[in-house]
């Protein structure tokens, strides 16, 4: 499954990205890069997955 994602970064405060991400089901904005990980992660549906992210581990 092929997923296109686009991503406009509106503004860096406090050392992390701020925008919106873009997907063929609409618009989510994201106050971190955490949370940009997050709603990717979310879109491309990885359940079974398991993501790292600075020390951050979840495992399904």
Excluded: P, Y
Excluded at 6 to 29: A, D, E, P, R, Y
Excluded at 33 to 58: F, H, P, Y
Aim: hydrophobic share 35%; charged share 25%.
């Amino acid at each position: 499954m092929e997923e296109t994602f686009k991503i406009n970064i509106t503004s860096c405060k406090n050392s992390t990205w701020q925008g919106v991400l873009t997907t063929k089901q609409g618009s989510i904005v994201f106050h971190s890069e955490i949370e940009l990980l997050a709603a990717i992660d979310r879109q491309m549906n990885t359940q079974k997955t398991e993501l790292l992210v600075s020390g951050w581990k979840r495992e399904s």
